[in-house]
C-alpha cells in the first residue's frame, strides 16, 4: 500500500466513549466482531475505499485479541508436512506466501509513528523440547529452499548459551519474525481503520440477520443495518444467530503472566530480545518492560479467572528457569480462542455476499491480518485466493463433549510433551556419563601401560606367516598347532 497515516492519539487508541448503533445505517460491508481479524478486513476495505460497519458486542479487543503476546510470524497451527500432505506442495507454497503476507501487513501497520508505544523487536526463536537435530536439518531445507523463508538453525550448545536450562535442545531462528504490543496493537488498528473512514459499533450485539438478498439485514437492540456483504469475524462469541458457526470452533482459554521486575539476573538466565515458544505449543515467553519476564502456559476449555493460574505460571517459569526461583507474578490475563478441529484458520465466503474469517486459535497475528487483506480484496477487487482454504471446511468440534475431549487431549499431549523432553534429557545426561566412563577408562589404560600396544617410531610391524595345512605338516611329521585363540590344548 502506498497510502501514508499519522500517528493515533491515546484517545483514538482505544481510551475513548464508546459509540453504539443507535440510528438505521447503510453500508458496504457488515464486519461483525472488532478483534483483530474484524478491524484487519475494515482497516484493509475502508483504505480500498468501500464504506464499512463494525458492530461489536463488547469493546474494541477485550477477548483474546487484546489479551495475547504480539508475535508476529510466518506460518499456520497445522505443520507444514500436514499442510503439504492436506493440499499439496504447490498450494502449501501459496498458503505460506500469504501468511508472510500477512505477516508485513502487521509489520507496516506497527510502527512508533503510528501507533506510539508499539515497541516492535525483530526476532523469534523457536525451541525444541527433544533432540531432534535431523528433522530440524530438514525442516531448515524446506523452508529455506522450498518456501523462502529466512531461518537459522542453532545447535543445543547456543541455545543453552542463550537460554540457561537444559530443557531445549535445538532451536530454528526467524530473524524476520517480530514481536509487539499486543495490546496497542488492537486499539492502534482500531484507530487506523476508524481514520480511513470505518466505523466502529461497541456494545452493539447482533440479534439476528437475514443474509437472503442482495442487500443483507442486521438487526441489533436500537437499530438496524444493511449491506451487501457480512463477514463474520466474532470467532465463538457470535452468539445466538450464528449458534451453528460457533460450533464448529473448539474454545480454548490460553493464560499469561507478567512477572515483577527481575533485574539483571533475568538477562543472565535468558539474552534473547524477542519472543521463544517451544516447539510443542507449551511455553512462550519474552522479556518486556526491561527486567520483566511474560509467560504463556496454562490452557483450560472452560473460562476462568486469569488470577487463578498464577500459581500454575510461576510454578512453569520455575521447572524451567530454576535459578530466578519463585517469582512474583504481578499481572494476570487471557482470553479465548477459537480453535478448529482441522487445525487451519476459516476463511472464505459461506454463500454469495456472506463471509467468514475465524478460527484463529494458536495461528498468530499473520493470519488474521492474512485474512482482513483476502476477504476485503475478494470483496472489492474479486481475488479468488481465499478458496485455497476451501479444503478446510467448517467441521462441527463436538459441543460440550468436544470440550471435555479436547481438555482431555490437551492435558495428554503435555504430559507426553513433557514425558518425550524427560526421556530427551535422560538420554543426554546417560550419553555424556558413557563418554566420562570410556575417557576414564582408556587414561587408566594409558597408566597401567594395559593399553593397545603400538610399536616403537620407525619400526615396521612384522607380517605375520600364513599357517601351514594341516596335510603339509604330517608329511614332516609334526603335529598340527591350533591357531585357536584362548583355547586349551589340554583334554
Given amino acids: 500500500m502506498s497510502e501514508t497515516f499519522t500517528s493515533v492519539s491515546q484517545e483514538e487508541a482505544g481510551f475513548r466513549d464508546r459509540v453504539r448503533l443507535s440510528f438505521d445505517l447503510d453500508a458496504d460491508i457488515c464486519v461483525i466482531g472488532a478483534g483483530l481479524a474484524g478491524l484487519s478486513i475494515a482497516l484493509e476495505a475502508a483504505r480500498l475505499g468501500a464504506s464499512v460497519a463494525v458492530l461489536e458486542g463488547r469493546h474494541v479487543g477485550w477477548n483474546a485479541s487484546g489479551n495475547q503476546l504480539g508475535t508476529v510470524m510466518p506460518g499456520f497451527a497445522l505443520p507444514l508436512a500436514d ?21 508485513e501487513f502487521v509489520r507496516a501497520n506497527a510502527t512508533e509513528e503510528n501507533m506510539p508505544g508499539i515497541a516492535p523487536s525483530d526476532g523469534v526463536l523457536e525451541v525444541s523440547n527433544v533432540d531432534a537435530g535431523d528433522r530440524l536439518i530438514s525442516r531448515l531445507q524446506m523452508l529455506h529452499e522450498d518456501f523462502d523463508t529466512e531461518v537459522e538453525g542453532w545447535q543445543v550448545d547456543r541455545v543453552r548459551e542463550t537460554l540457561k536450562t537444559d530443557r ?14 499486543g495490546r496497542k496493537y ?54 445466538a444467530p450464528l449458534k451453528r458457526l460457533s460450533e464448529t470452533l473448539l474454545p480454548v482459554w490460553r493464560y499469561a503472566g507478567i512477572t515483577a521486575p527481575l533485574g539483571e539476573r533475568l538477562h543472565e538466565m ?37 488470577q487463578r493460574f498464577a500459581g500454575a505460571v510461576r510454578r512453569r517459569i520455575r521447572t524451567i528457569f530454576p535459578e530466578l526461583g519463585n517469582v512474583e507474578i504481578t499481572e494476570m490475563f487471557g482470553g479465548a480462542t477459537g480453535q478448529t478441529v482441522h487445525g487451519m484458520p476459516q476463511i472464505g465466503q459461506l454463500r454469495k455476499g456472506l463471509w467468514v474469517a475465524s478460527g484463529f486459535g494458536r495461528q498468530g497475528m499473520n493470519t488474521s491480518a492474512m485474512a482482513g487483506q483476502m476477504i ?24 460440550t463433549t468436544g470440550r471435555v475431549a479436547g481438555q482431555l487431549v490437551g492435558i495428554w499431549g503435555r504430559a507426553g510433551s513433557a514425558a518425550a523432553g524427560l526421556l530427551a534429557r535422560y538420554r543426554e545426561r546417560a550419553s555424556i556419563k558413557d563418554r566420562e566412563r570410556e575417557a576414564r577408562l582408556a587414561e587408566a589404560n594409558r597408566a597401567a601401560g594395559t593399553g593397545p600396544r603400538r610399536p616403537p617410531p620407525g619400526v615396521r610391524p612384522q607380517p605375520v606367516p600364513p599357517p601351514k595345512p594341516a596335510a603339509q605338516d604330517a608329511e614332516q611329521g609334526t603335529e598340527p598347532v591350533s591357531h585357536e585363540v584362548g583355547v586349551s590344548q589340554q583334554a
Fill in 83 to 103: 499442510l503439504i500432505e492436506r493440499i499439496g506442495f504447490e498450494d502449501a507454497r501459496e498458503l505460506w506466501a500469504l501468511s508472510k503476507e500477512g505477516a
Fill in 270 to 306: 535468558i539474552a534473547f530480545k524477542g519472543s521463544v515458544m517451544d516447539s510443542d505449543g507449551v511455553d512462550h515467553f519474552r522479556i518486556v518492560d526491561g527486567d520483566r519476564l511474560m509467560w504463556e502456559s496454562p490452557e483450560t476449555t472452560w473460562a476462568a479467572r486469569p
Fill in 168 to 181: 531445549y535442545f535445538h532451536g530454528v531462528y526467524y530473524p524476520r519474525a517480530f514481536q509487539v504490543d
Fill in 376 to 399: 476485503a480484496r475478494s470483496i472489492l477487487w474479486g481475488d479468488d485466493r481465499w478458496k485455497l482454504f476451501s479444503s478446510f471446511e467448517l467441521v462441527w468440534a463436538g459441543g
Fill in 186 to 239: 488492537v486499539h492502534g488498528l482500531a484507530a487506523l481503520a476508524r481514520r480511513a473512514g470505518a466505523l466502529i459499533f461497541e456494545e452493539t450485539p447482533v440479534v439476528s440477520i437475514d443474509h437472503s438478498g442482495i442487500r443483507k439485514r442486521i438487526v441489533t437492540p436500537s437499530a438496524r443495518l444493511r449491506a451487501t456483504h457480512i463477514v463474520l469475524a466474532g470467532n465463538i462469541h457470535l452468539g
